[in-house]
């Protein structure tokens, strides 16, 4: 049996989880880090100090600091002691926990290293809030006790915005906030400059609305240095049901680093999960093509492959937009639970009753309807008193969310009214709609702006930008889009396609890329 500390952390851990239900797994966003990916977190960690303070804002079972002084203590490293501090408020992880930090003493004193222990059993956002600033900047005072290093695999859940740690953590986080990223924030407030950032989190942070403000204050002083993107999230967290896209985080404490004339650097890996770590594909590339701080949605994009700078480039050329074409994007207004007293499963067409709309309506460039399905396909009209029924015009109806190992991020279609009957639609909540605001998109625009967003040009730049499984409308909404005449000729090309030509060698054509 493996005697690593990391080995006996993470059998510790399993077996306290498995006792856990999974309702009280996601209610803690408990996902215990994997030996595997703890020891590609730790190799990354510098070594080159005789002595170094260590921060693990939610320890877990430990297997992820385990796998750190491991690291430390090998013989090419010049660390001698080493002082953690941890934090953990899940009892059964609390007593598990101690048990592993004994047992890592024992093990670092037999190779020559100290280690130091502090466990703190309390809220570690909470603890820290008075760290996060409220005048522009993100921390406000130096920590009494700044650390060397930081690393963490935080919970994932949302909160309230009347969470006490929401409210503490106002400066970086607004609406209803993913708890790890006020333990990214906290923690980031407790390192010395030039101290080093590790985190296992949901790529989510990266791209949004939501996360705007975390990101402009955050990477004011947190200059990232590497990344790498996990392509499964079901991969990279084998024994739980992820549902986020899942990457590291490596950073430097530089406060204003933005500011600075130094050209600094980004190396982004990449693999499909914990299996092929070891053969990642890695490439560097200058920050600022990663991360500029200057643009007003502050998007961290992290091409993984040089073929997707291409891409990139491409739409960032575009001048266009929705808003300058006025259209705009919504989301189908119709909540079937909060509905349920006008819908149906079966009906004699008539006028009482319009389509509606559900996801797996939705194909790309096509809308079947109806289909098997055990889901209520017709809205009476009287629920357009309510405002849950639309004109039926034309529209680009797209998935709102997808699944990661979907082949494609945006899958898109065009409602031509003129090919369904009746005066009104009811659109699910699970679509997105794009409509014009002077009137009504032309068949032409309606079929061109579908096949644009139905290419792989497209959907690598979403893919790209955006680390969410949710298409954000506010993310659609600041897409760049080519001329408005392209578009058309896209969509004129699309009525007279054959069977011989895809839709992105009609994009392709009508935009001047090369093939």
Same mark, same amino acid.
């Given at each position: 049996?493996?005697?690593?500390?990391?080995?006996?952390?993470?059998?510790?851990?399993?077996?306290?989880?498995?006792?856990?239900?999974?309702?009280?797994?996601?209610?803690?966003? +408990? *996902?215990?880090?994997?030996?595997?990916?703890?020891?590609?977190?730790?190799?990354?960690?510098?070594?080159?100090? @005789?002595?170094?303070?260590?921060?693990?804002?939610?320890?877990?079972?430990?297997?992820?600091?385990?796998?750190?002084?491991?690291?430390?203590?090998?013989?090419?490293?010049?660390?001698?002691?080493?002082?953690?501090?941890?934090?953990?408020?899940?009892?059964?992880?609390?007593?598990?926990?101690?048990?592993?930090?004994?047992?890592?003493?024992?093990?670092?004193?037999?190779?020559?290293?100290?280690?130091?222990?502090?466990?703190?059993?309390?809220?570690?956002?909470?603890?820290?809030?008075?760290?996060?600033?409220?005048?522009?900047?993100?921390?406000?005072?130096?920590?009494?006790?700044?650390?060397?290093?930081?690393?963490?695999?935080?919970? *994932?859940?949302?909160?309230?915005?009347?969470?006490?740690?929401?409210?503490?953590?106002?400066?970086?986080?607004?609406?209803?906030?993913?708890? &790890?990223?006020?333990?990214? =924030?906290?923690?980031?407030?407790?390192?010395?400059?030039?101290?080093?950032?590790?985190?296992?989190?949901?790529?989510?942070?990266?791209?949004?609305?939501?996360?705007?403000?975390?990101?402009?204050?955050?990477?004011?002083?947190?200059?990232?240095?590497?990344?790498?993107?996990?392509?499964?999230?079901?991969?990279?967290?084998?024994?739980?049901?992820?549902?986020?896209?899942?990457?590291?985080?490596?950073?430097?404490?530089?406060?204003?680093?933005?500011?600075?004339?130094?050209?600094?650097?980004?190396?982004?890996?990449?693999?499909?999960?914990?299996?092929?770590?070891? !053969?990642?594909?890695?490439?560097?590339?200058?920050?600022?093509?990663?991360?500029?701080?200057?643009?007003?949605?502050?998007?961290?994009?992290?091409?993984? +492959?040089?073929?997707?700078?291409? =891409?990139?480039?491409?739409?960032?050329?575009?001048?266009?937009?929705?808003?300058?074409?006025?259209? !705009?994007?919504?989301?189908?207004?119709?909540?079937?639970?909060?509905?349920?007293?006008?819908?149906?499963?079966?009906?004699?067409?008539?006028?009482? &009753?319009?389509?509606?709309?559900?996801?797996?309506?939705?194909?790309?460039?096509?809308?079947?309807?109806?289909?098997?399905?055990?889901?209520?396909? *017709?809205?009476?009209? @009287?629920?357009?008193?309510?405002?849950?029924?639309?004109?039926?015009?034309?529209?680009?109806?797209?998935?709102?969310?997808?699944?990661?190992?979907?082949?494609?991020?945006?899958?898109?279609?065009?409602?031509?009214?003129?090919?369904?009957?009746?005066?009104?639609?009811?659109?699910?909540?699970?679509?997105?709609?794009?409509?014009?605001?002077?009137?009504?998109?032309?068949?032409?625009?309606?079929?061109?702006? =579908?096949?644009?967003?139905?290419?792989?040009?497209?959907?690598? &730049?979403?893919?790209?930008?955006?680390?969410?499984?949710?298409?954000?409308?506010?993310?659609?909404?600041?897409?760049?889009?080519?001329?408005?005449?392209?578009?058309?000729?896209?969509?004129?090309?699309?009525?007279?396609?054959?069977?011989?030509?895809?839709?992105?060698?009609?994009?392709?054509?009508?935009?001047?890329?090369?093939?």
């Amino acid at each position: 049996m493996d005697s690593r500390p990391s080995r006996f952390a993470d059998r510790l851990g399993a077996e306290i989880v498995a006792r856990k239900s999974a309702t009280e797994r996601k209610a803690g966003g +408990l *996902y215990l880090t994997p030996v595997e990916v703890a020891d590609f977190i730790a190799r990354q960690a510098s070594t080159g100090t @005789s002595e170094i303070r260590i921060l693990d804002p939610a320890a877990g079972s430990g297997t992820l600091l385990c796998s750190v002084v491991e690291r430390l203590v090998m013989p090419e490293s010049a660390v001698r002691r080493v002082e953690l501090t941890t934090y953990e408020t899940d009892p059964d992880l609390q007593e598990a926990l101690a048990a592993v930090l004994e047992n890592l003493k024992r093990w670092a004193a037999e190779h020559q290293v100290e280690v130091a222990v502090r466990i703190e059993k309390k809220d570690f956002v909470l603890a820290h809030a008075g760290n996060l600033g409220s005048n522009g900047h993100l921390f406000d005072t130096q920590s009494n006790e700044p650390f060397d290093l930081a690393v963490a695999n935080p919970p *994932y859940f949302k909160i309230s915005k009347d969470d006490p740690r929401a409210q503490a953590a106002m400066v970086v986080v607004h609406g209803q906030p993913n708890i &790890y990223a006020l333990f990214m =924030a906290a923690t980031a407030a407790l390192l010395r400059k030039g101290g080093e950032f590790l985190f296992i989190t949901p790529r989510s942070f990266a791209s949004g609305p939501y996360f705007r403000l975390f990101r402009e204050k955050f990477f004011a002083n947190v200059r990232p240095v590497g990344v790498h993107v996990f392509g499964s999230r079901r991969e990279a967290f084998g024994r739980d049901e992820v549902l986020q896209e899942s990457m590291i985080l490596r950073g430097i404490r530089d406060d204003g680093w933005q500011h600075s004339a130094e050209r600094f650097e980004l190396e982004i890996s990449g693999s499909a999960g914990v299996a092929d770590l070891s !053969n990642a594909t890695r490439r560097t590339l200058p920050l600022s093509d990663a991360l500029t701080m200057a643009s007003g949605d502050k998007v961290f994009r992290l091409p993984i +492959l040089p073929c997707e700078d291409a =891409a990139l480039r491409v739409v960032d050329s575009w001048t266009g937009s929705l808003h300058k074409y006025e259209m !705009n994007i919504s989301t189908g207004p119709v909540v079937p639970f909060r509905a349920t007293e006008f819908l149906d499963k079966f009906v004699t067409p008539s006028e009482d &009753y319009a389509p509606l709309i559900w996801m797996n309506h939705v194909l790309a460039m096509q809308v079947t309807f109806p289909i098997e399905t055990r889901k209520p396909q *017709y809205i009476r009209v @009287s629920a357009s008193e309510k405002s849950l029924l639309l004109p039926n015009r034309n529209y680009v109806l797209l998935r709102r969310f997808s699944a990661k190992e979907e082949a494609r991020r945006l899958v898109a279609a065009p409602w031509l009214k003129s090919t369904f009957p009746g005066s009104l639609l009811g659109i699910e909540n699970h679509l997105n709609y794009i409509y014009s605001m002077r009137g009504e998109m032309s068949e032409d625009e309606t079929l061109g702006l =579908a096949a644009l967003l139905n290419t792989e040009l497209l959907d690598t &730049y979403f893919r790209v930008s955006s680390g969410n499984t949710q298409v954000s409308a506010t993310e659609l909404r600041a897409m760049p889009l080519p001329p408005r005449d392209v578009i058309v000729s896209i969509g004129q090309r699309v009525k007279r396609q054959t069977g011989g030509e895809s839709l992105d060698e009609i994009v392709r054509d009508a935009i001047g890329a090369p093939r």
